[in-house]
């Protein structure tokens, strides 16, 4: 992210960054000093949650999910970047993929 960038995230980000945290401190690829150290670095940037992910779940994103293969999390990010209109930021195949099939522009 640049300076005074702001980027959005579906709600559950939050949960999938304290579970990557979690996995490298067991594979012992962090410390608990470094990631709680990470987690204070993330309270500083420009990252809105959006909630609305949730809303859409059994609906927007069920149907993301079928039509391009994709897992709830990523259908997510796709879901968000498709209604808000903004560029999105992965390297995961399957969703560079969908992402390229709804015209959703990648980072």
């Not at 959005?8 to 996995?23: D, Q, R, T």
């Not at 470094?34 to 609305?52: C, H, P, Q, T, W």
Request: aromatic share 6%; net charge negative; charged share 30%.
């Amino acid at each position: 992210m640049e300076l005074g960038e702001q980027a959005w995230v579906p709600a559950l980000w939050k949960l999938e960054v304290v579970n990557a945290l979690l996995k490298a401190k067991r594979q012992g690829r962090v410390t608990v000093e470094r990631a709680k150290e990470f987690l204070g670095e993330l309270r500083d940037l420009s990252i809105e949650v959006d909630n609305e992910c949730l809303v859409k779940a059994d609906n927007e994103i069920f149907q993301l999910g079928l039509e391009h293969q994709l897992s709830s999390y990523d259908a997510a990010y796709l879901e968000l970047a498709q209604r808000r209109k903004l560029p999105l930021a992965t390297e995961d195949n399957n969703l560079v993929l969908a992402a390229k099939a709804k015209a959703v522009l990648l980072v």
